[in-house]
């Protein structure tokens, strides 16, 4: 089958990919394969040994991808060291075609060219698609690379045999389409297991105005939210991260800011449909003022003030209430003082919730702005997991490894 007609697996879909063409006649082949992974979502940056070039010219790549593509170790297009941004960037990295050439280079930890340098400075799967005359491909010298390369947990797929460019039948064509996504998806999904996934988060306490200048809030961080949106990106998915905080920078979240609880609510609107998951780790205020000043209030002119405060909407039960985000899987977060799980129960029913992490307030290792938290995750039917005290990222891990079952696929 062609490449670029073989259906892309949903689990590739909308992750960062590096593709390493090194230079065999299979080149041409691989630029349907480009095409195919960018038209279903995914964002493929490309790079080229010299040899690669021969055959096929990087402009047809960057055409195909939209991205520029990388041809050498030296600073280019304001990138200064651009196999390190391709191996943090990569989430995969796919070798094809991979010749005897590379597989050797890369077996030796070589770093001389963009695509040796760039699985050098790796963090992600990898996976190499060999593909060469059947005499090559058979012999030991190559193959004892290849062992070396399965052994460091490097995913080959299998050429297939058939015609080759030299004029002889026997093994060493670059694998079919169907074969080399496989091995894809293979080499992501433990690593990345919530790939083709939406996640939606919320983090960090609401603000809401009192005049220009000022306003009523809550002391949370938004850490525990940012922890949760990192982990979901690290596990492939595509993370918006609706907040009131400030965050590190983090490859794959979307940052959308925001203050009031009404801007969250209309935020989440605009975000939630199409997604699964929502994670609503905000600290949404329980009361804002009536009115806030569209002016300064000044104390000169203000001998005493009274705020009159009135309630706020719960922003995570009206969407619960819409039938546009009936199939989200909506995770509430609840700070309790006493009695955790009977009042966090009580929150899923009265907000629509499919799940709950409670917190012990009253604790203070943990929670508000540390960077340690501890609770209990419940579940709408009953199921209850206690989260020991770890790091919150630690939690968001274990928080998203107990929830991910549960998401319809
Ligand atoms: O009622 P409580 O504030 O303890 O509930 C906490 C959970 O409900 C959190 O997930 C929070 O983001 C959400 N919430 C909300 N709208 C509110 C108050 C809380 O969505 N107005």
Redesign the pocket.
Known sequence: MPLDATPIPIELRGLRIALLVSGGIAAYKVVDLASALSQAGCQVRVAMTAAAMRFVGPPTFQGVTGKPVATGIWPADGTPEPHVFLGDWAQLILVAPATANVIGRIADGRSDDIVTATLLAARCPVVIAPAMNDAMWAKPALQENLTKLRHRGITVVEPETGHLASGHEGAGRLAGASAILNAMVHGIRARYDLAGRRVVV?AGGTREPIDPVRFISNYSSGKMGFALAAAAADRGAKVTLITTANHPEHNGIDVQRVDT?EEMLAELRSQLRGSDLLL???????FRPAKASDRKIRREETPSLTLELEP??????SLAAEPAFATVFRV????EDSKLDAKAME?VKR?GLQAIVANDISRRDIGFGSEYNAGVLLFADGARHELEKATKRELADKILDLVLPRLKR
């Open positions: 919320t609880a609503m780790a905000a600290a949404v205020g329980d706020i909407p719960d922003v995570v039960a509430g977060f609840a700070a929150k907000k």
